[in-house]
């Protein structure tokens, strides 16, 4: 028997795999690894996979698997893009576990994380993705389902999403996944969206429930040059709701209802596009959003540009009062 089956087999407990994929977080790491260490829920393995760091998280990483055995240290032999270390992370998921969880090497959990989603995910074996409330910064995020819905259908949270604007999939260490979806989806997170972990859902749910824990149980770290830093420059969200309403809109919607959805997306990117101009974005920004509408199947329009151009400068007239540089900053947001 090895010594993960050994571990997997603890007080009954399911056994959960828990990645934490890493790039040059020797000022986080130990504050990570802590947060797991300090559970309650006890009958777990981390894997923590570095992606070719040049600081000290392997030394720091090793340090700790050398003082507990359900601790162990991969290391990736060329360095990857973040979103495919992740996958590459998630390809260390026991056989044995029934949970996942991943836990970004600069975020952080709190010590009831794991028994809470757990409990809920035992008591909601339909639930094959549990969420919860995280501090971001200061400021709590991913709340908007009522207090009395520990758990909805999977076809039915996506409509909200879809329809009402409900975001409350969170980030990658936000959630708790059911491992056999984790072994059943390889590669885990596309690749190719900076905003993998929403469409992940997306995919997911379409055969299982969501559950969401009301309490506050993990923290993700606002730093310079992480993924959901780089996505907010250069306002993903855009590109990667349309790839999701193209993708996987007649998995949730009727065709009436995709129609109108996708036509609003569009009317509402076209116009941040328009704002775009005026902040003359440079040739990254442009391409980025030109490959993202291109690859949607939609195409590039240059009239809609105009359109959104236009709509822009048509709210500065009624407004008078704002400058040139006060509609710059207008634009930004």
């Known amino acids: 028997m090895t010594e993960r089956t050994k571990l997997s087999m603890n007080a009954g407990q399911p056994f959960i795999s828990i990645v934490t994929p890493v790039y040059n977080e020797e000022k986080h790491l130990a504050e990570c690894i802590d947060s797991v260490v300090a559970q309650s829920y006890q009958n777990w393995e981390l894997v923590i996979v570095d992606n070719c760091s040049s600081d000290s998280s392997v ?14 240290v991969e290391q990736n032999r060329e360095f990857l893009p973040a979103i495919a270390n992740h996958n590459r992370a998630l ?37 094959g993705i549990v969420s919860a409330y995280a501090l971001e ?25 879809l329809l009402e604007g409900v975001y409350v999939f969170g980030t990658p260490t936000t959630v708790l996944y059911r491992s056999d979806l984790v072994r059943s989806h ?35 770290r606002e730093r310079e040059g992480s993924l959901s830093n780089r996505a907010g420059e250069m306002h ?36 941040f596009l328009g704002k775009s101009v005026l902040l003359r974005r440079d040739k990254q920004f442009w391409n980025y959003h030109k490959g993202q509408l291109i690859d949607a199947g939609v195409g590039f329009s ?14 500065a007239v009624v407004r008078p009062r704002y400058g040139a540089k006060r509609l710059l900053r207008a634009t930004q947001s």
Request: with cysteine.
């Open 59 to 72: 030394e720091i990483a090793s340090r700790y698997a050398a003082g507990d055995k359900r601790i162990r």
């Open 91 to 127: 390809r260390h998921v026991s056989s044995d576990s029934k949970y996942c969880k991943v836990v970004l090497g600069d975020d952080w959990v709190f010590p009831e994380c794991l028994s809470t989603m757990v409990s809920l995910a035992e008591q909601y074996p339909s639930a």
């Open 137 to 161: 910064g200061k400021q709590v995020r991913w709340v908007g389902l009522p207090h009395t819905t520990p758990v909805i259908a999977g076809r039915e949270i996506c409509r909200k999403h």
């Open 186 to 220: 390889d590669p885990f997170f596309n690749e190719a969206n900076i905003h993998a972990d929403t469409e992940v859902c997306f995919a997911l749910l379409k055969e299982c429930d969501f559950g969401f824990v009301h309490q506050v149980l993990s923290y993700t």
């Open 236 to 271: 993903a969200y855009f590109g990667s709701m349309l790839h999701i309403l193209t993708t996987y809109g007649l998995d949730y919607l009727t065709s009436d209802e995709l129609d109108l959805r996708l036509n609003s997306h569009l009317n509402e990117y076209y116009k």
């Open 302 to 315: 240059s009239s809609r540009l105009m359109q959104g151009l236009i709509k822009t400068l048509a709210g």
